[in-house]
């Protein structure tokens, strides 16, 4: 199953991307819900993240977009080096650290393929 991801607490695709409907999201609201969609449907082509994912039921900061992009790299286990992304966060700091990481990362796997 191809599909795409988006994570984010609040916006919608529309907010972030000038056609939306040419990429289909299914949307996320949160990081458990981003793994347990990836553990059940596979790995999407296209993920567009969010990095500040708000507050989770305990009132606490909840996971986040690096938090999630750390679970694709270092516990998922998924080939993730053809997946494409975008970070859309409003935080600078959290943006270039989830680019960096998954940047990197493929980067190293397609240089040992």
Known sequence: MSYN???DDIRVPEMVYRNPDDYNFVIVRTYEKFVAYIEANGLPKYISF???????????VAEDGYAAAKWLVYTSGLDIKNLEFYVHSAN??????????LT????HLKSNS
């Open 5 to 7: 991801l988006f994570l």
């Open 104 to 107: 990197n990362y493929i980067n």
């Open 50 to 60: 969010d990095n500040d994912l708000g507050l989770n039921a305990n009132g606490e």
């Open 92 to 101: 600078p700091v959290a943006a270039k650290q989830i680019e960096g990481l």
